[in-house]
């Protein structure tokens, strides 16, 4: 594995992302290294948590798109037609690797720092408890053209009100604020994530596992009842459909023309956050999707 390294102690399973010149931002390969590493924890008997981390400045600052929009404009290229279901199978395969989180027997923990935007957050709101830094930011920037959360999970995490009024803003979100809105549990002094993630993992690995299985599918099976299902496919779909509406094709164009990142700051600058924000003046993502 290149992008995700692995370490185990005292019960609890650590799946570290290890790209932090990329701002671990997901790419195909990424993915298969993240669905083989959950897969693998939860099978190991020894492991009764799972934690995500990540190396360097940010958790996750979504896709690693250069790929995704090349892919999209060399199909235009070759004038063929969108296919929405060849689409929903790709993301699909997305999608199914983040939910490994959610439908993993056994607890999932996130621990947070920096950029968790767009793709990242798809991914993070599917673990079971999400902590972050103090100075962590969330976000679905996206919402403004080119995506839908695919996983759906904002409802289900901080209610109807709450959800549209990021979404529909796709405006960024400070970690406190995070906490205070219930998108994640709590957030705690940067210089303090990483033990305090782990002496919660590890408080939780002193149950037996029978118990952490039973609670866990206990508690989603709420959400699921809700309509989870149905809410992710067509969140899957409409983030197909978002990037071929004429402004997704548009921004394609322009990102061919400019590059990703200018293009990006194009779309955020009038909101005057993320990259084009005070907070990011240190800590510019290359990626936010």
Known sequence: ????????????????????????????????????????????????????????????????????TVAQATEEERERRWDSVSDLRMMGRFVATYMKLWYAAKPTIAAVQGWCIGGGTDMVLCADIVIAAEGATFGYPPARVWGTPTTAMWVYRMGLEKAKRYLLTGDEIPA??????????????????????????????????????????????????????????????????????????????????????AAVRERDDPFGDYGSGPRSRTRTPRRKR
Not at 189 to 218: F, T, Y
């Open 1 to 68: 594995m290149s992008a995700i390294r692995t370490e185990t102690d005292a019960g609890v399973r650590s799946i570290v992302f290890a790209r932090p010149g990329e701002y671990n931002t997901i790419t195909p390969a990424f993915r298969d290294e993240l669905a083989a590493a959950i897969d693998d924890a939860d099978a190991d008997r020894s492991v009764r948590v799972i934690l995500l981390r990540a190396d360097g400045p940010a958790f996750c600052a979504g896709y690693g798109l250069d790929w995704s």
């Open 176 to 261: 406190p604020e995070a906490a205070r809105i219930g998108l994640i549990l709590e957030a705690v002094p940067d210089a303090e994530l990483q033990s305090h993630a782990l002496a919660l993992a590890r408080r939780m690995a002193r149950l037996p596992a029978n118990q952490l299985v039973m609670l866990k599918l206990l508690c989603n099976q709420t959400a699921e009842n809700m309509g989870l299902a149905s809410s992710r496919t067509l969140g899957t779909l409409f983030d197909g459909i978002a990037r071929h509406t004429q402004e997704g094709l548009d921004f394609v164009r322009r990102a061919q023309e400019v590059g990703f990142r």
